[in-house]
């Protein structure tokens, strides 16, 4: 932010900000090591554990990527380049304290920071209708669901008498001292959660935002910022759902809900005919796959999540890279990409055959721990199979820009690309195409 006033090089400002996020996360990577620079006293507001730590370095590694990758397109999206990065910046500081919230208060100042400067980016193309309109959409839908999450907080404060994730409880024979009101303020605030991820039916949101964003933003919201929802959600439901909510059968409902959520992301992903609408539905279809981890929340849900985070992000930062470099957002825009740019068409086929969860890709392994995760409980394995059949549905409309890449004719225009890109794209598919063969070089930082 400094750095706008001092440097006049537009181009500089993507350099700071790849620079200030290699020096984030080996800060990082340090501290899940116990090599601290400095000790905070955080007042039981945020306690750090190792899954916080990993999930922050999956997340600023991304990042890192994103901004290498994409940097160029972020200065193009307007005329502010510099407070773009800075409010990429404040999203990761949203994003570090939702990983490590431990009092109710804390999630949700977490939730604003990361959001409202995502209502900037979702507008920042000024000249673009659809931009101004989905810009006014989320913040609109945004400020709704942050109200119902106040008032879920402040009816579990009302319950409990306490701010913090963790309650001790006076049992009193089969009464456990849970009250009406905390059981109503956690209901008020799995809604305003399942906003925040996009899971049917509080996803209507999120075509119409992703669609109108400029497509460099997109990319950063659908992967590392809804990461960072679910993994707030994940801490939520670990702490407090089996505790607030063991006499009712609430694993029925988030079964319900992922089912909606894989119909509805599925089902409308296909018949879209702009491939960045299609990846939006198809986001609504991947929180459904990363709701299962909340099903059942154990040690193989919460390594998934992680896998998933790593693997949807990457892919997805991967083909959103690519498509902001083409001229025509529908599938016949990629037509005869294979002959024109046969790099783009050869990583752009791995990204998608990652998000479709084929063998040999990072997805694979991500969709089979999550479909673990539910088969460890012992029940609901009707679930397991829904979300097999659903990652079937997806394979067809993934394979939809394949077929076009390398079985049409055509001449697809792209702008110029440069050699560091393509070198960029041909490392992040590697690195894709490594975490499927080995998931243990990513979930080894967990225990080690």
């Known amino acids: 932010m400094i750095c706008s006033i001092i440097v006049r090089n537009k181009g500089s400002f993507r350099h700071i900000a790849a620079f200030g996020l290699l020096i984030l996360l080996i800060a990082n990577i340090l501290e899940t090591y116990g090599k601290d620079f400095?000790?905070?006293?955080?007042?039981?507001?945020?306690?750090?554990?190792?899954?916080?730590?990993?999930?922050?370095?999956i997340a600023l590694g991304a990042t890192l990527i994103y901004?290498?990758?994409?940097?160029?397109?972020?200065?193009?999206?307007?005329?502010?380049?510099?407070?773009?990065?800075?409010?990429?910046?404040?999203?990761?500081?949203?994003?570090?304290?939702?990983?490590?919230?431990?009092?109710?208060?804390?999630?949700?100042?977490?939730?604003?920071?990361?959001?409202?400067?995502?209502?900037?980016?979702?507008?920042?193309?000024?000249?673009?209708?659809?931009?101004?309109?989905?810009?006014?959409?989320?913040?609109?839908?945004?400020?709704?669901?942050?109200?119902?999450?106040?008032?879920?907080?402040?009816?579990?404060?009302?319950?409990?008498?306490?701010?913090?994730?963790?309650?001790?409880?006076?049992?009193?024979?089969?009464?456990?001292?849970?009250?009406?009101?905390?059981?109503?303020?956690?209901?008020?605030?799995?809604v305003a959660m399942a906003f925040k991820v996009s899971a049917a039916p509080f996803h209507f949101w999120t075509p119409?935002?992703?669609?109108?964003?400029?497509?460099?933003?997109?990319?950063?919201?659908?992967?590392?910022?809804?990461?960072?929802?679910?993994?707030?959600?994940?801490?939520?439901?670990?702490?407090?759902?089996?505790?607030?909510?063991?006499?009712?059968?609430?694993?029925?409902?988030?079964?319900?809900?992922?089912?909606?959520?894989?119909?509805?992301?599925?089902?409308?992903?296909?018949?879209q005919q702009s491939v960045k609408r299609m990846l939006a539905y198809s986001s609504i279809a991947q929180a459904g796959f990363m709701l299962f981890a909340l099903f059942n929340v154990n040690d193989v849900a919460k390594e998934g999540l992680l896998l998933y985070t790593a693997a949807y992000s990457l892919a997805t930062i991967g083909i959103f890279a690519i498509l902001v470099k083409m001229k025509d957002?529908?599938?016949?825009?990629?037509?005869?990409?294979?002959?024109?740019?046969?790099?783009?068409?050869?990583?752009?086929?791995?990204?998608?055959?990652?998000?479709?969860?084929?063998?040999?890709?990072?997805?694979?392994?991500?969709?089979?721990?999550?479909?673990?995760?539910v088969v460890k409980t012992g029940s609901y394995i009707w679930l397991v199979v829904v979300g097999v059949l659903f990652a079937a549905v997806s394979v067809y409309y993934y394979f939809r820009v394949i077929q076009a890449m390398y079985f049409r004719n055509g001449n697809a225009a792209t702008e110029t690309i440069t050699f560091s890109f393509k070198t960029g794209l041909i490392i992040l598919a590697a690195i894709i195409i490594l975490i499927g063969i080995l998931p243990q070089v990513l979930l080894n930082w967990f225990y080690f």
């Open 67 to 190: 901004v290498l990758l994409t940097g160029k397109e972020i200065e193009k999206s307007g005329k502010y380049a510099a407070e773009y990065f800075t409010l990429i910046f404040f999203v990761l500081c949203g994003i570090f304290i939702l990983s490590a919230y431990d009092n109710l208060l804390m999630l949700f100042l977490g939730i604003e920071i990361m959001s409202i400067p995502l209502y900037i980016l979702t507008g920042s193309d000024k000249r673009n209708l659809k931009s101004n309109e989905a810009a006014l959409k989320y913040f609109l839908m945004g400020a709704f669901s942050t109200g119902l999450m106040l008032m879920g907080i402040a009816l579990m404060y009302g319950g409990t008498g306490t701010f913090q994730l963790e309650v001790q409880r006076i049992s009193v024979g089969m009464y456990k001292g849970v009250s009406f009101l905390e059981i109503t303020g956690l209901l008020f605030l799995m």
């Open 329 to 373: 957002y529908t599938f016949e825009g990629y037509n005869g990409l294979a002959k024109t740019q046969p790099v783009l068409a050869a990583t752009n086929t791995v990204f998608l055959l990652s998000l479709a969860g084929i063998p040999l890709t990072a997805g694979f392994f991500a969709k089979y721990y999550m479909l673990a995760a």
């Open 38 to 57: 400095f000790h905070v006293n955080t007042m039981q507001l945020l306690q750090f554990d190792r899954f916080g730590f990993l999930f922050n370095s």
């Open 208 to 271: 119409d935002v992703y669609d109108g964003a400029p497509a460099v933003f997109t990319s950063f919201m659908a992967t590392i910022v809804k990461a960072a929802a679910f993994v707030a959600f994940i801490k939520l439901c670990d702490v407090r759902m089996t505790a607030t909510l063991g006499a009712i059968d609430w694993k029925l409902l988030f079964a319900l809900i992922i089912v909606f959520t894989l119909l509805i992301g599925n089902i409308t992903a296909v018949f």
